[in-house]
């Protein structure tokens, strides 16, 4: 017996016995595809409603039918909000890939172990896999897409960056002709709306991670979000894409938003900033160490339209060398969206099955990329110290940063308290003009070494973007 799924405009879902609930649109093939799903998470069960909501307009567009066969989960007799019949499903995704009538199997088990016997074991026995799995492609993605290209079997992984934004398609189909100069973006949802409370609000960090947490915008254990790697593990992706080259984790350069504070957003605004969680993809033509790669908070000129991404929204800008500069704008997390970008890629599959020779999933096209070091990045930075207030340290520590070649463009300070011993300390702010990340380094080393200045400076880069309209 097969099962497919309808649903009402209401999105109340029924199933009744049969492939097709009507007869398929003029010149579409009598056999369906068939699909497995692993996992049922909040990603799986917004794919699953989404199949049945609009699978009647999926095979439309498509002119394929299709159906939903299996879906394997952990626990058979966990309550769901999703109500799926008993019979779809198995808690043995093994059952998936050895079902000899399973076409394309849809990996959203999440992890990286479990998921890479999964995927690996789907692409050795010729099934195409969609993913949204950003760890795993992250740590996995060289083996898997060697492998993927000597079975000739793809992988598709459009949910794995950027949520609902099509950014994924965009790099490999509707940007294929350009060089990329540059990605730079905010392709985390959770930190940028703990950063927007900071900044809009005046909240502290802690309340602002409760919030988001309050929310449903943070996880429990949100050290992924708000450390940065889950946005280094989206660059690696979007720079594999553009790049053509598989690159290791060990390679980015990563720091989180968990040392931001309110004090740092007040000088920002006051010198026309504010600060948001960035990746920062960059070639550098004529450099042997050619790409620059790293996620940081930064400073962001309040003039820029990325200044203006606010909450759970992600916004990635790619400059092509005949394009010029584009942005992709839209909720990059959460149920809908991510389902949007995972049934995108099930169509993809089904519509390349027919010809496997022109699939797009990934093929490695170029050499390895050489890393810039980070102490070889360029940028201006913002350089917060907290000094006893002296006279004359302003300019010991301006005499230092002369030393090291480093200018500074502009000054700030406000107090900021008295110690125990009644002596008050001040927050004293450097704007410093573009120099390398390992001469700053040096510099500092030197500077908090003076007596009066009291703690690790705060550093944050300032980064210099185009003007967009």
Same mark, same amino acid.
């Given at each position: 017996?097969?099962?497919?799924?309808?649903?009402?405009?209401?999105?109340?879902?029924?199933?009744?016995?049969?492939?097709?609930?009507?007869?398929?649109?003029? !010149? %579409?093939?009598?056999?369906?595809?068939?699909?497995?799903?692993?996992? /049922?998470?909040?990603?799986?069960? !917004?794919?699953?409603?989404?199949?049945?909501?609009?699978?009647?307009?999926?095979?439309?567009?498509?002119?394929?039918?299709?159906?939903?066969?299996?879906?394997?989960?952990?626990?058979?007799?966990?309550?769901?909000?999703?109500?799926?019949?008993?019979?779809?499903?198995?808690?043995?995704?093994?059952?998936?890939?050895?079902?000899?009538?399973?076409?394309?199997?849809?990996? /959203?088990?999440?992890?990286?172990?479990?998921?890479?016997?999964?995927?690996?074991?789907?692409?050795?026995?010729?099934?195409?896999?969609?993913?949204?799995?950003?760890?795993?492609?992250?740590?996995?993605?060289?083996?898997?897409?060697?492998?993927?290209?000597? %079975?000739?079997?793809?992988?598709?992984?459009?949910?794995?960056?950027?949520?609902?934004?099509?950014?994924?398609?965009?790099?490999?189909?509707?940007?294929?002709?350009?060089?990329?100069?540059?990605?730079?973006?905010?392709?985390?949802?959770?930190?940028?709306?703990?950063?927007?409370?900071?900044?809009?609000?005046?909240?502290?960090?802690?309340?602002?991670?409760?919030?988001?947490?309050?929310?449903?915008?943070?996880?429990? =254990?949100?050290?992924?979000?708000?450390?940065?790697?889950?946005?280094?593990?989206?660059?690696?992706?979007?720079?594999?894409?553009?790049? !053509?080259?598989?690159?290791?984790?060990?390679?980015?350069?990563?720091?989180?938003?968990?040392?931001?504070?309110?004090?740092?957003?007040?000088?920002?605004?006051?010198?026309?900033?504010?600060?948001?969680?960035?990746?920062?993809?960059?070639?550098?033509?004529?450099?042997?160490?050619?790409?620059?790669?790293?996620?940081?908070?930064?400073?962001?000129?309040?003039?820029?339209?990325?200044?203006?991404?606010?909450?759970?929204?992600?916004?990635?800008?790619?400059?092509?060398?005949?394009?010029?500069?584009?942005?992709?704008?839209?909720?990059?997390?959460?149920?809908?969206?991510?389902?949007?970008?995972?049934?995108? =890629?099930?169509?993809?599959?089904?519509?390349?099955?027919?010809?496997?020779?022109?699939?797009?999933?990934?093929?490695?096209?170029?050499?390895?990329?050489?890393? %810039?070091?980070?102490?070889?990045?360029?940028?201006?930075?913002?350089?917060?110290?907290?000094?006893?207030?002296?006279?004359?340290?302003?300019?010991?520590?301006?005499?230092?940063?002369?030393?090291?070649?480093?200018?500074?463009?502009?000054?700030?300070?406000?107090?900021?308290?008295?110690?125990?011993?009644?002596?008050?300390?001040?927050?004293?702010?450097?704007?410093?003009?573009?120099?390398?990340? !390992?001469?700053?380094?040096?510099?500092?080393?030197?500077?908090?070494?003076?007596?009066?200045?009291?703690?690790?400076?705060?550093?944050?880069?300032?980064?210099?973007?185009?003007?967009?309209?």
């Amino acid at each position: 017996m097969s099962i497919a799924h309808t649903a009402s405009r209401d999105g109340k879902s029924s199933c009744v016995t049969g492939i097709f609930l009507h007869n398929p649109p003029a !010149g %579409m093939t009598e056999k369906p595809i068939q699909l497995g799903l692993a996992g /049922l998470g909040t990603v799986g069960s !917004g794919v699953y409603e989404t199949l049945c909501r609009n699978h009647a307009l999926l095979e439309a567009r498509s002119k394929i039918p299709f159906r939903l066969k299996r879906i394997a989960v952990r626990n058979l007799e966990k309550p769901r909000e999703t109500v799926v019949p008993r019979e779809l499903l198995t808690d043995d995704w093994q059952d998936l890939v050895n079902d000899p009538e399973i076409d394309i199997i849809i990996e /959203l088990i999440g992890g990286t172990r479990q998921a890479y016997d999964l995927v690996t074991l789907a692409l050795r026995a010729g099934k195409p896999v969609v993913t949204g799995n950003k760890a795993l492609l992250a740590e996995y993605g060289a083996e898997i897409f060697k492998l993927s290209a000597e %079975m000739g079997t793809p992988i598709y992984f459009e949910a794995s960056a950027g949520g609902g934004i099509p950014i994924i398609q965009s790099l490999q189909n509707s940007l294929i002709c350009n060089h990329i100069n540059s990605i730079v973006g905010i392709i985390n949802g959770t930190s940028n709306y703990i950063l927007s409370a900071m900044g809009e609000h005046g909240a502290d960090y802690a309340d602002a991670l409760a919030q988001a947490q309050k929310l449903g915008f943070a996880e429990e =254990d949100p050290s992924l979000d708000v450390n940065g790697w889950d946005a280094a593990h989206k660059a690696l992706i979007l720079a594999m894409l553009a790049y !053509g080259t598989t690159i290791s984790p060990d390679k980015i350069y990563v720091r989180g938003i968990e040392n931001i504070t309110s004090r740092d957003f007040e000088f920002a605004k006051k010198l026309g900033y504010t600060i948001k969680l960035l990746v920062v993809i960059r070639y550098h033509e004529g450099q042997e160490d050619a790409l620059e790669l790293r996620v940081q908070p930064c400073f962001v000129h309040d003039w820029h339209i990325l200044a203006s991404v606010n909450g759970v929204f992600n916004a990635i800008s790619v400059n092509g060398d005949i394009v010029g500069e584009t942005l992709f704008y839209g909720r990059g997390a959460g149920k809908n969206p991510t389902a949007s970008a995972v049934i995108s =890629d099930i169509i993809t599959a089904m519509r390349e099955s027919r010809y496997p020779e022109y699939h797009t999933g990934f093929n490695p096209y170029a050499k390895a990329c050489g890393i %810039m070091h980070i102490n070889d990045t360029v940028t201006p930075y913002y350089v917060r110290f907290q000094v006893a207030d002296q006279p004359g340290v302003i300019a010991e520590i301006a005499r230092i940063l002369a030393t090291f070649g480093i200018g500074i463009s502009a000054t700030s300070s406000a107090p900021s308290h008295i110690d125990e011993g009644g002596a008050p300390w001040n927050d004293l702010v450097f704007i410093l003009h573009s120099c390398p990340w !390992g001469q700053l380094q040096k510099a500092l080393e030197e500077i908090t070494r003076i007596s009066c200045v009291a703690a690790e400076p705060r550093v944050l880069r300032i980064e210099h973007l185009l003007p967009q309209s």
